[in-house]
């Protein structure tokens, strides 16, 4: 069986790991900017036009900058004005700057781009362009700038990391949030273009954000999500791997919870049904991996657990997901692929024995959200008993240096393993609001300060390492990110 389903990847950055620390600004001396500025993109308007002159912006922030042959390149943000311009210092007469403009995270920007682009006249060392919008929000456009310029007499071109206003980023939850939605193509209503079960899990951490930061600002994806998918693979986002249904009826319970549209949870419903008509005598039990294959594997069984109790819970008079739900857990919790350290292995052989394959995060983690709901359906203590036994084990055995770490974690964060974390905290968070004291709270808090402060760049982008290193970013470790920061109620 293969353990990853190969989907399309975005190419990554490189992650810078540390912030860049801000410095004060040369004086620019002269007459003022953007005479001979031009626009070489479609003008943006938000609070004011695309052109705006730097001497009537509210504020002045450096939060990047680069140098190159003696000369010192800026990127300046004003937040109050969301919108930001680049300066060139310490140079000569000639000297070029301009601002880039991106809005997919700095993974390509506007060929048509090279906004304000501007010499240093005569008689002047720096130089500036005019501001810029940083978001297209009349377009649902998250955006990003950085600065870049070049020595007028040299061909090698400098440019800053890229960064953006605090619009949507008062706190480190909303940042990762609006981080993640660069990444949410406006086209596909799916995160990185057309992933398919990771864009259901990008889509949840947006709305689990939503309810925990209070911040509505991107509830927009919702709607655009379903409407444009609805008929997409199978319908009613169901496909012949049963795993990405239940992923993506636990996604439409939770726009439920935070619409109230009751469409969203009559198409978890169906998700729920889908699976349903998938679960077989096959080792006494449990729902296929797949409708065409007979691998009877963890994660499958533990969504059809979660989603099917999650749906009793909102659905009042209900018995039959709720009888799902007990069946499964009956038949889960005997299954064997709990082992004897209280981990679970990532499925079953032909003959029904526990297949010692990788202990996935994920597989630690969506079992404790399927137990705390069908606590909250039955009300058995020995099921948080048992969900507390689970993680004891999971927070021990999954952390490296203090962090969580993924079995065989890479540098990358495309495909489908990136995904993994974010589902794994997102289930610990849940047990732990339910149980008193709530135990797991200082774990989870001191991952979330690792990550903030080792593995994290300048547009509050997140790689593959909570603890730092090595590595790229995209939608699958920003989701995953904000799993954890959601989790850790930051």
């Known amino acids: 069986m293969p353990l990853f389903r190969k989907r399309m990847a975005a190419t990554g950055l490189p992650l810078v790991v540390a912030l860049l620390t801000a410095t004060p600004a040369a004086a620019v001396g002269g007459p003022r900017a953007g005479a001979d500025a031009h626009m070489t993109a479609a003008a943006i308007c938000d609070t004011y036009c695309d052109a705006r002159d730097p001497s009537a912006a509210t504020s002045d922030r450096i939060p990047a900058t680069s140098s190159l042959y003696g000369r010192t390149v800026r990127l300046h943000l004003s937040d109050n004005d969301v919108m930001g311009w680049a300066s060139i210092d310490d140079g000569n007469p000639g000297d070029e700057v301009w601002l880039d403009r991106s809005f997919d995270g700095g993974r390509s920007w506007s060929s048509g781009s090279k906004l304000g682009d501007t010499k240093t006249p005569q008689g002047y060392r720096g130089w500036r362009t005019q501001m810029y919008n940083v978001d297209d929000w009349n377009t649902a456009g998250v955006g990003a700038l950085r600065a870049c310029g070049k020595a007028g007499d040299r061909a090698e071109i400098t440019c800053t990391s890229w960064a953006r206003v605090d619009r949507n980023a008062w706190s480190r939850g909303t940042a990762a949030a609006t981080a993640l939605m660069m990444s949410y193509d406006r086209g596909t209503g799916l995160f990185g273009g057309n992933g398919w079960w990771t864009a259901a899990n990008a889509l949840t951490a947006v ?8 911040m509505p600002s991107y509830k927009y994806a919702i709607s655009t999500t379903y409407d444009k998918n609805l008929g997409a693979q199978g319908g009613n986002f169901t496909n012949d791997y049963l795993d990405d249904t239940g992923w993506w009826g636990l996604a439409w319970v939770a726009a439920y919870d935070a619409t109230g549209d009751s469409r969203y949870l009559s198409t978890a419903r169906t998700d729920a049904d889908h699976m349903n008509a998938y679960w077989t005598g096959t080792c006494g039990g449990g729902v296929l991996w797949n409708e065409t294959k007979t691998y009877k594997n963890a994660i499958t069984n533990e969504l059809f657990l979660q989603l099917n109790a999650a749906l009793h819970n909102r659905l009042p008079g209900d018995t039959a997901y709720l009888d799902r739900a007990r069946q499964e857990w009956s038949w889960f ?39 705390t709901e069908l606590y909250r359906a039955t009300g058995d203590n020995g099921l948080l008993d048992t969900a507390r036994q689970l993680a004891d084990a999971s927070t021990a055995r999954l952390q490296t240096d203090g962090v969580l770490r993924e079995p065989g974690e890479s540098d990358g964060c495309t495909g489908d393993g990136p995904s993994f974390k974010g589902a794994y905290v997102r289930g610990l968070g849940r047990l732990n609001a339910q149980l008193s004291g709530h135990p797991y709270a200082a774990t989870l808090t001191r991952w979330a300060d690792t990550a903030y402060a080792k593995d994290r760049n300048t547009l509050d982008q997140y790689g593959p390492h909570w603890n730092g290193g090595s590595g790229i970013t995209d939608y699958g470790c920003q989701q995953s990110v904000l799993d954890l920061l959601n989790a850790a109620g930051q």
């Open 207 to 214: 709305i689990d954000n939503a309810r925990v930061s209070g």
């Open 333 to 371: 919790r005997q299954s064997g692929m709990i082992n004897q350290d209280h981990m679970i292995n990532d499925g079953l052989t032909d003959a029904c024995a526990n297949n010692g394959q990788t202990t996935w995060t994920y597989n630690q983690g969506v079992v404790l959200g399927g137990l």
